[in-house]
């Protein structure tokens, strides 16, 4: 029981400690401290409530604090220095440039006295009096530990280490880097009650609520009344410094009556709000009672211009279910163009396995019938893929000997044209006709000689004859023959010839 007791004594102080550390913070945006696109710099190139200076550059989108070429300085400061306490600072800015690596980089400052423009620590002054977020994206100091983000706390005194990176002087810090990324990178600076915490977007999503930790350090004693200010440099290396926008919100607590204030002016421009309400509802049923027709086209118009949000969410509904069902329909024909080259080699195999174990020609199966259950293969993969590649070869051959056979068939043709004196073919070479009429006559000498060594007497015997020996003699028909297969030779040759004197002029 008593320790039941002391339990609950424990809860009851545990519970009133964290409700008295707990306070609740009201935010306050501050568009004095604050600029943004779009029209962030109005016709004379001024930003309200800024003042920038150096090579910095305002325009309509964004301010170039400092621009890709060597040895530039830039700056912006606020013109009032701010009367709040707490605060949180949201920076969007995009350091680019075309080299691996970039130089210097750039710092937020809050200081008791706005910086130079062209000063030595990132654009800005030495021996400043407040804080200076930098974002040094230059290695020093060679240590690799760049890009780099650190907070340094100065009271007027010290010069900034630029040897080191200011690695000795630094409050904390975290290694991010900043360059060149797709969307453009964000920093949260928030200082309330004396704690100074930095979240960083890497700027590798659209998402605004990705963010991280990068440091957070306590007891962080900042002077009252000071100016918010940006500044970047480059140094032998360049980059292009931009800043997108820089958002200033206050912060107040319950304790420091900010409560109070806060709903006194809610409640008057509540109220003035309502009178204007008010007013906007009278002119607009005096404009209705002056023109009844135009007001109703209008508010028919209207009707059409907008949707509601049941209207809208419908569409969106709408919308996905459409692309839902594209998306099912090209994986509906894709699944049948698989299905159906399954079924034709299914098709395939069944009747090869068929006409190897019956040798009949097996029929494929109809459509919509189911296939017969197939038996295990006789052949494997491996031997399927040899068989269709020594088709392929054997393809490829008989194409080939086709095309050889109508061109020695073609230039035969020509020849027998030529030589029947008939008009469009190939004329015979007059060399190879000399070469054929030399031959016959040789042939033709020959004969003549051996018939007249037969016929021709002997001169031991007068009168008598020699007859032929009592060897095979070569008839008549056969030396036709022996003739005939010569001129086809040399027929055929003289072909070889010419197509590979045709092959060699086509590379020339």
């Not at 401290?33 to 910095?56: C, I």
């Not at 949180?88 to 423009?117: N, S």
């Not at 810090?173 to 930095?198: I, M, Q, S």
Request: aromatic share 10%; proline share 4%; charged share 20%.
């Amino acid at each position: 029981m008593a320790s039941l007791y002391i339990n609950l004594l424990i809860f009851t102080i545990l519970s009133i400690l964290v409700r008295g550390n707990t306070q609740q913070v009201h935010r306050r945006f501050e568009y004095k401290y604050s600029f943004k696109p779009p029209y962030l710099a109005q016709k004379d190139g001024s930003v309200p409530f800024w003042e920038y200076g150096g090579n910095a550059i305002a325009s309509g989108e964004s301010v170039r604090l400092a621009p890709s070429l060597r040895s530039q300085k830039g700056a912006i400061w606020t013109k009032q220095p701010i009367n709040f306490d707490w605060w949180e600072v949201d920076i969007m800015f995009k350091v680019t440039g075309r080299g691996r690596i970039g130089a210097d980089g750039l710092a937020f400052w809050y200081t008791t006295q706005r910086g130079e423009y062209t000063g030595e620590v990132f654009g800005s002054s030495d021996r400043w009096n407040g804080l200076a977020i930098i974002f040094d994206s230059f290695d020093n100091d060679n240590k690799h530990n760049n890009p780099y983000i650190m907070a340094v706390v100065n009271d007027g005194t010290k010069v900034f280490d630029h040897k080191s990176d200011g690695s000795t002087q630094l409050l904390s810090g975290c290694l991010r880097d900043f360059r060149n990324k797709p969307f453009p990178t964000r920093a949260r600076v928030e200082y309330f009650h004396n704690t100074l915490t930095v979240y960083f977007h890497n700027g590798m999503t659209n998402n605004e609520a990705d963010y991280e930790l990068c440091f957070r350090a306590e007891n962080v004693v900042l002077p009252r009344g000071g100016y918010f200010g940006i500044s970047a440099a480059t140094g032998g290396l360049a980059d292009d410094h931009d800043v997108l926008h820089l958002l200033t919100t206050s912060l107040h607590t319950a304790q420091q009556g900010g409560q109070q204030i806060s709903t006194d002016e809610q409640q008057k421009l509540s109220q003035e709000y309502q009178e204007y309400q008010k007013k906007l509802e009278q002119q607009k049923e005096e404009y209705r009672k002056e023109h009844p027709d135009e007001a109703r086209d209008k508010d028919g118009e209207l009707e059409d211009w907008f949707e509601s949000d049941g209207q809208r969410e419908l569409r969106q509904i709408f919308q996905g279910q459409a692309q839902m069902h594209d998306v099912l329909r090209d994986m509906n024909k894709k699944i049948d163009e698989v299905i159906g080259k399954q079924m034709n080699s299914l098709s395939m195999l069944t009747a090869v396995y068929s006409q190897a174990q019956s040798g009949v020609q097996a029929q494929p199966p109809q459509a919509g019938q189911p296939l017969p259950p197939m038996p295990a293969l006789p052949i494997g993969r491996h031997d399927w893929d040899a068989l269709v590649a020594n088709n392929q070869i054997m393809i490829n051959t008989i194409a080939e000997l086709k095309g050889f056979i109508i061109e020695v068939a073609r230039k035969s043709d020509s020849l027998l044209t030529a030589g029947t004196g008939g008009g469009g073919g190939t004329a015979i070479n007059p060399q190879f006709l000399n070469e054929m009429r030399d031959s016959i006559n040789q042939v033709k000498q020959t004969v003549a000689g051996v018939a007249q060594r037969v016929s021709a007497p002997s001169p031991g015997m007068a009168g008598a004859q020699l007859s032929c020996p009592q060897v095979s003699c070569v008839g008549f028909t056969g030396l036709l023959l022996v003739v005939a297969a010569q001129l086809v030779v040399m027929l055929l040759y003289n072909l070889y010839k010419e197509r590979k004197e045709a092959q060699a002029k086509k590379f020339f």
